[in-house]
């Protein structure tokens, strides 16, 4: 079975600074795929980055950074420079080798001017 | 323009009521799925369809039924609506390749309100 945690049920930062959102899963598979969606007051999914586990380096997307340690089986999300449109609930997923997604009960973010 | 569209966005009905969710995604996608969000924001899985066929079908009430007529379209029939069955439904599509990082993209959720 796949679980995702995430410990932090809400956060807020001042626009410009940096947060950082943390994730821990648990599979019992080599092969997966991690991803961090936000869901802004619109109610839309957006997909904000993703990586593979079999790569080592920390996936980019502008802004969007990822902390990714396997051993310890975590997967943080590191926002730069943040702004007032980051304001989100921002969800961590785990995809293993079926095709299911399953999500961590999300965390909050508020960017406050 | 839109990849993948949901209809209705909002559903209000009545205790008992059969309704249907339609969505459609033009992204080519093999792979196509249903999601479930609650009051407390916590999505889970309910069911997923590769090319019509159903691949995932998660604990979820019979009265709960997908259909997929085509790899582009997976409706969600609810028949006898219950107070619980309110939540937003998300639909999904993905490429549905298992080897690589298949991701997948969201509706924009239909809002189900069961009075």
């Known amino acids: 079975a796949q679980t995702v945690t995430q410990s932090q049920p809400e956060m807020s930062v001042q626009e410009a600074e940096t947060v950082t959102l943390s994730c821990t899963y648990d599979t019992s598979e080599s092969n997966y795929y991690l991803f961090w969606y936000k869901q802004p007051p619109s109610r839309q999914m957006i997909l904000v980055i993703r990586q593979e586990a079999y790569k080592q380096q920390n996936a980019t997307e502008n802004r969007f950074s990822v902390n990714f340690q396997k051993a310890a089986k975590s997967f943080s999300l590191k926002i730069s420079d943040s702004q007032l449109g980051d304001t989100a609930m921002y969800f961590c997923a785990l995809r293993g080798s079926n095709y299911k997604l399953t999500f961590g009960k999300g965390t909050l973010l508020t960017v406050n001017p | 323009d839109t990849a993948v569209s949901q209809t209705p966005k909002y559903l209000v009905t009545q205790m008992g009521n059969d309704k249907s969710i339609k969505c459609e995604q033009n992204?080519?996608?093999?792979?196509m799925y249903w999601y479930k969000q609650d009051s407390k924001k916590f999505l889970k899985i309910m069911f997923s369809y590769n090319n019509k066929e159903l691949i995932i079908n998660e604990t979820v009430p019979n009265r709960f039924s997908p259909k997929s007529p085509d790899k582009a379209h997976l409706n969600l029939h609810i028949n006898s609506l219950e107070l619980g069955d309110s939540a937003v439904y998300f639909c999904?599509?993905?490429?549905?390749?298992?080897?690589?990082?298949?991701?997948?993209?969201f509706g924009p959720g239909t809002r189900l309100t069961v009075l």
């Open positions: 992204l080519g996608h093999d792979t």
């Open positions: 999904a599509s993905s490429p549905g390749d298992r080897g690589r990082t298949d991701t997948q993209y």
